[in-house]
């Protein structure tokens, strides 16, 4: 396989960039997400192209998004070499926090394969939008910091297990498929990364209606870690109302399994709405 491109671009601070460089890193997140032909593959953030490349020798339907100008101009100057005139190959110069991942989804006619390096100061809120169109997802191959990954994978009763961890598990398959070394990228993060595998649930799954108030109800469980459900949950629901559900209002959020949480969320639902 060859290199990918380099080009003479330098990463920026407030894009928070860090371009991959390791080409058996490369190799191994490819084979990880398996693009096939019928796929509609998008990227977010292809940088200079690291993972664009791999990308289109495996699938015909590829977008990308790029915030930055200057990597969408090397991207179309680079891209001509790379790209079978038979491929469908469509760089998008745009924020993918304010894209409209659903809209796209319609336009191809069929569910995404979402893809990315992302930048690590945009990581949550990003993927917070994009479970906001879970339903127009096959799939999302992502690389984090390995301390965000932990919490998207983690389990009731460890540290790592908080409010990203619940509202992501609720409504995807979470799993953490290997670390990926500072050295892999140029420059180097302070922070190690890891590459996460989301497969969003089957509608049937999940009863998006609670979305907003299971929200709340995680917001405020995990707001103050040290208190107890009885403290934090305080404005939302009573110890009595704890209590009829089986809940301890003694304990700590982060005792508490997704199925607990749903069932305070409904509580609360029904005596708000």
């Known amino acids: 396989m060859s290199k990918p491109a380099t080009g003479t671009h330098r990463a920026r601070k407030r894009f928070g960039q860090n371009f991959l460089i ?3 890193i490369i190799e191994r997140i490819v084979d990880s997400i398996d693009p096939q032909d019928g796929d509609a593959v998008v990227e977010i953030g292809p940088g200079k192209g690291a993972l664009t490349k791999p990308l289109l020798a495996r699938c015909k339907h590829l977008t990308v998004i790029e915030l930055d100008r200057d990597l969408v101009r090397l991207l179309e100057q680079s891209t001509g070499r790379w790209v079978d005139p038979a491929n ?19 336009e191809l006619d069929q569910p995404l394969r979402v893809v990315g390096n992302l930048p690590y100061n945009i990581s949550s809120p990003l993927l917070f939008h994009l479970l906001d169109t879970a339903s127009h997802v096959d799939d999302m191959h992502f690389m984090l910091q390995r301390e965000v990954v932990e919490r998207l994978v983690a389990r009731p009763g460890s540290k790592r297990y908080g409010r990203l961890s619940v509202m992501v598990q609720w409504q995807c398959h979470t799993h953490a498929l290997f670390d990926v070394p500072a050295t892999a990228f140029s420059p180097q993060p302070k922070v190690e990364s890891a590459i996460v595998q989301l497969r969003p649930k089957a509608p049937g799954e999940v ?32 110890s009595g109302q704890l209590q009829q559900l089986g809940i301890d209002p003694k304990a700590r959020a982060e005792v508490l399994g997704i199925d607990e949480y749903l069932q305070i969320a409904k509580c609360v639902a029904q005596t708000t709405g």
């Open 22 to 24: 390791d080409q058996e």
């Open 88 to 106: 469908s190959f469509n760089i998008i110069s745009a924020d993918a926090l304010k894209f409209d991942f659903a809209a796209l989804a319609a």
């Open 207 to 238: 009863e998006r209606s609670l979305s907003k108030v299971l929200l709340q109800v995680v917001t405020a469980a995990f707001s103050q870690r040290r208190k107890t459900l009885r403290n934090s949950l305080s404005n939302l629901v009573d």
